[in-house]
């Protein structure tokens, strides 16, 4: 078997719309540059994403230089969208917590919400080096998280999706497989190891760069999402409760936190250090 390397690499330049796949991510000690700085709350101020909103899918949002955003959707002129200038924060609400956020110009809330046809505000996280800290439980000091739902990156395997979707295809719901990765939404996947293998890492390496592997990740509604249609279905939840239950929790991938910085770049030896 070839040694593991970075299979590849996926940004999501607005919380919950669709993916980006690069060849290359700047490590930060929040995550990589350029993901999850942005995200859509409702008009009474909480974060909206396909758990409620599976239409998110749908829309595209291209990084811009400077860390603005290109919104894109069928039907619909594109728009570009700029980093706020600096004007005062916002309280949001992130799965029942408040985060100070700036808002987009009206012109972003006008387009988003003529597409969803509902109220919702675009917002971007400022100050990612102290607005939102890490759960304290697997955290240390002074560690912070962009508006990604908890940790600064999360890594699959190709390996364990290939597994997952031979369980899938024995199952009573075998028409809605196999799955591809981006029901998952990582950041980063990994290619060569064995299935299941990353429940037992404490710490990696992709490349030059290390991380701690600090919890496994709990999956919800929105790996039900087809990424393509906006559609929903029972898998990959149905199978996970069968094969990958802890808890009333349903897991699949790894919560990352950066031990440094650098560049991480597709084709990188990956390693596992603990």
Not at 80 to 95: G, H, K, M
Not at 148 to 164: E, M
């Amino acid at each position: 078997m070839a040694p593991p390397v970075l299979h590849s690499i996926h940004l999501h330049p607005v919380k919950s719309l669709a993916a980006l796949t690069v060849d290359e991510a700047v490590v930060e000690p929040w995550g990589l540059a350029g993901d999850r700085r942005w995200m859509l709350v409702s008009g009474a101020g909480t974060a909206v994403t396909q758990r409620q909103e599976p239409r998110l899918a749908g829309i595209s949002a291209a990084a811009l230089p400077g860390g603005g955003v290109e919104l894109s959707a069928p039907g619909r002129e594109p728009l570009a969208v700029a980093v706020p200038e600096r004007s005062d924060t916002v309280v949001v609400e992130l799965f029942g917590k408040k985060c100070e956020v700036v808002e987009a110009a009206p012109a972003a809330h006008a387009w988003l919400s003529g597409f969803l046809g509902a109220e919702v505000r675009l917002v971007h996280q400022d100050e990612p080096s102290f607005r939102r800290p890490v759960d304290p439980a697997y955290a240390r000091p002074g560690e912070t998280v962009s508006l990604a739902d908890g940790y600064p990156l999360l890594v699959t395997t190709t390996a364990s999706l290939d597994a997952l979707n031979a369980l899938i295809a024995s199952g009573d719901h075998a028409r809605e497989g196999p799955l591809p990765m981006n029901r998952f939404r990582p950041n980063v996947v990994v290619d060569g190891t064995a299935p299941w293998e990353e429940d037992g890492w404490r710490r990696i390496a992709i490349g030059a760069v290390a991380f701690r592997v600090v919890k496994p990740c709990a999956r919800c509604v929105v790996t039900t999402v087809d990424q393509s249609t906006s559609q929903r279905g029972k898998e990959p939840l149905r199978t996970l409760a069968l094969h990958r239950r802890s808890g009333a929790k349903l897991l699949f991938g790894q919560n990352l936190v950066p031990e440094g910085t650098g560049t991480v770049r597709v084709g990188e030896p990956f390693r596992v250090l603990e």
